[in-house]
């Protein structure tokens, strides 16, 4: 790995007394496309949640750029440089611009503007749709808000829970598109999954279930253990 950006380890977490997380860990490099991959209830949003602050780790640690952001608030964390975009992504009730407004809250206005011009030429399709209520557009269309909205921020990391979820085979392939060329740009990535077809941008991966990590590696040394194969590849 390269330099490390994020590093979570021991993670204990859930709702009320119920515990999701059961010392969990994970690392980001620096420039490096990370995918978490398990099957549904296995605890995934919980772990980003608590990678983003939005829900208290009971136990454990989470280290951003060399500095322990455990104690810090989501809105320190944003600004420290991690985006989350949600598996719902934007806000549906309000337009792109005013999604793309928020998402890029911290940014001080004038640097803001120019980085509102290079996301909606990163993005033309909804650079058309500026002032349409994001709720209204298609399901890609929206995707491509959510990721334009986590990005205003500036991130050196992306969070994402489920790209893919409500998306057509054909809208997963493009998200998969535009994700490869911001990773191919520097962008850290941390793409929580199901969906197989995100591996082919993994550096590594990690795989996630009954709340604590099982595998660690490359998608080569998964093919190579026959368990994970089965899962996952449903292959024999
Ligand atoms: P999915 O792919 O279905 O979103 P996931 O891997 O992201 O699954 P989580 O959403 O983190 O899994 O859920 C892990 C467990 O925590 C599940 O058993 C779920 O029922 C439980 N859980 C999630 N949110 C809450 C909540 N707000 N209150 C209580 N339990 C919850």
Not at 83 to 103: H, K, L, Q, W
């Amino acid at each position: 790995m390269t330099t490390e950006l994020l590093r979570a380890t021991g993670l204990e977490a859930g709702y009320g007394r119920v515990q999701v997380l059961w010392g969990a860990g994970l690392a980001v490099g620096d420039g490096e496309t990370v995918v978490l991959l398990g099957p549904n209830g296995a605890g995934k949003t919980t772990l980003l949640k608590v990678l983003m602050g939005l829900l208290p780790a009971w136990r454990g640690e989470v280290r951003f750029a060399e500095r322990d952001v455990t104690p810090l608030r989501t809105d320190h964390r944003v600004r420290a440089g991690i985006a989350y975009m949600s598996e719902i992504g934007c806000f549906p009730g309000m337009t792109v611009d005013e999604n793309i407004r928020i998402g890029g809250q911290f940014v001080p206005s004038a640097r803001l503007k120019a980085r509102m011009s290079e996301l909606y030429a990163l993005f033309p399709a909804i650079a058309e749709r500026r002032d349409t209520l994001a709720g209204s557009l298609s399901g890609g269309q929206r995707k491509m808000v959510g990721i334009a909205k986590a990005l205003a921020s500036q991130p050196r990391l992306l969070i994402m829970d489920e790209p893919s979820a409500g998306l057509s085979p054909r809208l997963v392939k493009e998200v998969i598109q535009v994700l490869d060329q911001l990773g191919s740009d520097g962008l850290s990535l941390l793409i929580a999954e199901q969906n197989v077809n995100f591996l082919n941008l993994a550096d590594r991966v990690y795989t996630l279930d009954g709340g604590r990590i099982g595998f660690e590696g490359s998608v080569a040394a998964m093919h190579d253990d026959d368990a994970l194969r089965r899962a996952y590849f449903g292959l024999k």
